[in-house]
């Protein structure tokens, strides 16, 4: 059993900021790439960021100069710290993770739950 985790949802003004985190816990052998999504109402889920391993970064360009990805692998934790919040980045945010459960066992994509940020005044 994988579990991933998100928190730090919630709401803010325009230009406030947020981290959220997502911690991934249960039978884990090793984690690949982590990243964010995000799903705005009536929209499609589109990705905000992304980090590999080794810690390269990938960004949506909606979101590139305000919003950080980092992750810390001994907590099996991935976060995002947004700045600059505007209210088209109020969605529904979502954590993935690529991981692997046994040496030398697949791959698999899990989610998290999700957690909602809304920006507002």
């Known amino acids: 059993q994988v579990q991933l985790v998100e928190s730090g949802g919630g709401l803010v003004q325009p230009g406030g900021s947020l981290r959220l985190s997502c911690a991934a816990s249960?039978?884990?052998?090793?984690?690949?790439?982590m990243g964010w999504y995000r799903r705005a109402q009536g929209k499609q889920r589109e990705l905000v960021a992304t980090?590999?391993?080794?810690?390269?970064?990938n960004y949506a360009f909606s979101v590139k100069g305000r919003f950080t990805i980092s992750r810390d692998n001994a907590k099996s934790t991935v976060y995002l710290q947004m700045n600059g919040l505007k209210p088209e980045d109020t969605a529904v945010y979502y954590c993935?993770?690529?991981?692997?459960?046994?040496?030398?066992?697949?791959?698999?994509?899990?989610w998290g739950q999700g957690t909602q940020v809304t920006v507002s005044s």
């Open positions: 993935n993770a690529d991981l692997s459960r046994v040496v030398a066992g697949p791959r698999s994509v899990y």
């Open positions: 249960g039978s884990i052998f090793s984690i690949y790439a």
């Open positions: 980090i590999t391993g080794g810690s390269l970064t």
